[in-house]
């Protein structure tokens, strides 16, 4: 072999063993970070994904993050709900498994699938109270579980068939039931403390580290009111700087209540409701009425910012077709949110949206709409509407 033919030989061979040694260290990097072994789905709950939304960021000039709460087991931040939920009853000796007892709940879906799932897998069995115009994925997956399914017509909470007063109403006829054993639990996600206390111990947290301990505005909508009551009194009590906003509907009374402290919507005048609960295409958020979870946390929302069906069906399109993020409305309504807060925010300020669950949940209704969009379609297509 000449000299140069020799030198030439030495430079591949140890350049192949840089990048074979590189190689090995990277992936011996990635398996440190993958999650242990576990025992039970319940397990799996919580310490969720955080990502950079980039097209947002790029085009507002902050850096907009989305907590991806969709990648629980169950599908969406319900699943920490139920799980403290549970284990409250359990502490207290109302649900012990294998005896037949029963958990009730009155939900629009996903606090239903989580429990449904959580039953499961713990030994109870799920009694799920909606509303019969409840999306089509939500009630197949309940069945999927085999949950007990009881549909009833949308109605204000002062009626007593209303999906929330016949979950409670039915777990108090179980309760009373001297013929079983079983015992019938009402999970009262609504009014629950374990609900926002959930939040505050978990998903705060989380957030705060995912972000580094920087956080300029977090933004999420009001269901039970849950994950804002918990995420913002974790948040402010450890950052002087975080703004909180309320992402709330059209047709929810919320947005007055934040803005101007009424509980108010047009669409409250005599004759112009269509729908009972909030007239809206958007599941999950957006509410009527002032809950105790919600209470829990008022103090700490800064301000509220109100989205459009139609913003929020074009904004699902644009974050799939230029993110690859497919999600459902009350994480589109949260990002819609975040965008009107970024036009008026400092550059490169810290922004936090949950995306509680999946598209998937959403094709039959929601995501129907959102395939009428052009693909193509701009920001500020999603913003002029
Ligand atoms: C899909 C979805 N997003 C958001 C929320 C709102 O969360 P919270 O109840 O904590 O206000 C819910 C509540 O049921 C939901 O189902």
Known sequence: MSGKAFVYSVIVSVSASILTYKI?????GAAKDVPRKRENVADLIGNTPMVRIKSLSEATGCEIYAKLEL???????????????????????????????????????STGISFAMLCNSLGYTAHICLPDDTSLEKLQLLDSYGAEIEKVKPASIVDPNQYVNAARKGALALRNDKSTQANGVFADQFENDNNWRVHYNTTGPEIWEQMDHNIDYFITGSGTGGTIAGCSKFLKSVSRKVKIFLADPQGSGMFNRVKYGVMYDTVEKEGTRRRHQVDTIIEGVGLNR???????????????????????????????????????????????????????????????????DSGSRHLS????????????????DVLNV
């Open 71 to 109: 990648a629980n087991p169950g599908g969406s931040a319900k699943d920490r709900v139920a799980l403290s939920v549970i284990r409250h009853f359990e502490e207290i000796g109302e649900l012990v498994p294998g005896r037949g007892d029963v958990l009730f709940e009155g939900t629009s879906g």
């Open 290 to 356: 002032i809950t105790h979870n919600f209470l829990q946390g008022e103090h700490c929302v800064d301000d509220a910012i109100r989205v459009t069906d139609e913003q929020a069906v074009r904004m699902a399109r644009f974050l799939s077709s230029n993110d690859g993020l497919f999600v459902g409305s009350s994480s589109s309504i949260n990002a819609v949110a975040a965008v009107k807060v970024a036009k008026n925010a400092a550059p490169g300020s810290r922004i936090v949206i949950i995306a509680c």
């Open 24 to 28: 090995i260290k990277s992936l011996n």
């Open 365 to 380: 209704k929601f995501w129907k709409e959102a395939l009428k969009v052009d693909k193509n379609l701009t920001l500020e």
